[in-house]
C-alpha cells in the first residue's frame, strides 16, 4: 500500500492509526461491529476521524485489494498543517494575512480548485472543515493540479472557533452571502484577511456567517442565482488579489 489513499483491512488500519497517519475518514460495514473493529472505532472517536456506515458493496467498490475486511480509511495525500503555520507564514514573507477558509466543501473537485486558486492568488493557506467535508484525498489532489504540494491545508473541528481565534490574531474574516451589504467590487479587502468560502448549495453555516465581520455579495445579473463554490471563491479570491496588488 503506498503512503497514501485507501488503507484496507483491519491491521493495516489499526497501524496507521496508532501511528498517528493523517486519516481523513473511515468507512465501515454495516452490522454487527465486533473484535478488532471496536478497537479502531475506539481510536477514531479519540481521534474526531469521521466515520461512515456502508453497505459491503459499496466496500467492495472502494476496494482495491479485494480484501478490505470490512474497513476502508482514506488517507489524506499530504500532512496537515496547524492553523498558526498559516499565519506564520505571512510573518515569514513580511506580508499580511491572506487566508481561505472552505467552510463544508463536501467536494474534492471544488476543493481542490479553491486549493489551485488559493495557490495562484498567494494565499497563505487554507482551512477546512474535519466534519461533513472533503480532505486530502487523491481527488482532492488531482483537482488541485498539483496545488496540494505548494498549499498549506490546515484541518480544524470548528471552523466558527478557528474564526474567533484568527480575529484575536488581528484577521479580519469575509464571508460571501447573496445577502451581503456590499458587493466584493465594493468590499475592502486590506490588511490581514481571511475569506470564507460556503459549502455547496447551502452556503456558509448560521454561526460561520455570524461570525465573520464582513458579509458581501457577487452581483448576480441572469436567471440563476448562485455559482459553483469554487468559481465563486475564484471570484472573491481573485478580487481581493486585485483590491491588493493593483489598487
Not at 9 to 33: C, F
Not at 149 to 172: C, G, H, M, Q, R
Request: glycine fraction near 8%; proline fraction near 3%; include cysteine.
Amino acid at each position: 500500500m503506498s503512503n497514501y489513499g485507501k488503507i484496507e483491512g483491519r491491521n493495516p488500519v489499526m497501524e496507521a492509526l496508532r501511528s498517528n497517519r493523517p486519516i481523513d475518514k473511515l468507512y465501515i460495514k454495516k452490522g454487527e461491529i465486533s473484535g478488532s473493529l471496536i478497537k479502531i472505532l475506539n481510536i477514531a472517536k479519540d481521534m474526531k476521524i469521521p466515520v461512515s456506515y456502508v453497505d459491503k458493496v459499496k466496500l467492495d467498490e472502494m476496494s482495491e485489494s479485494g480484501s478490505h475486511q470490512g474497513v476502508i480509511a482514506v488517507a489524506s495525500v499530504k500532512d496537515y498543517v496547524s492553523v498558526d503555520d498559516i499565519l506564520n507564514k505571512a510573518k515569514e514573507k513580511g506580508t499580511n494575512n491572506f487566508i481561505i477558509i472552505a467552510d463544508e466543501i463536501a467536494d474534492p473537485h471544488n476543493l481542490g480548485a479553491i486549493i489551485r486558486t488559493a495557490n495562484a492568488a498567494g494565499a497563505d493557506g487554507v482551512i477546512i472543515s474535519k466534519h461533513r467535508a472533503a480532505g486530502l484525498t487523491p481527488v482532492t489532489e488531482k483537482a488541485s493540479a498539483g496545488a496540494t504540494e505548494f498549499t498549506p491545508v490546515a484541518k480544524v473541528t470548528n471552523i466558527a472557533k478557528t474564526i474567533d481565534y484568527l480575529k484575536s490574531n488581528n484577521v479580519w474574516v469575509i464571508g460571501s452571502d447573496m445577502d451581503g451589504t456590499t458587493t466584493i467590487y465594493e468590499q475592502d479587502f486590506s490588511g490581514n484577511i481571511a475569506i470564507v468560502i460556503g459549502s455547496e448549495g447551502f452556503g456558509m453555516s448560521k454561526l460561520v456567517k455570524e461570525k465573520c465581520d464582513f458579509i458581501t455579495k457577487i452581483p448576480m445579473y441572469g436567471e440563476i442565482t448562485s455559482l459553483n463554490a469554487s468559481v465563486a471563491g475564484a471570484l472573491m479570491i481573485y478580487e481581493a488579489v486585485r483590491y491588493r496588488k493593483f489598487k
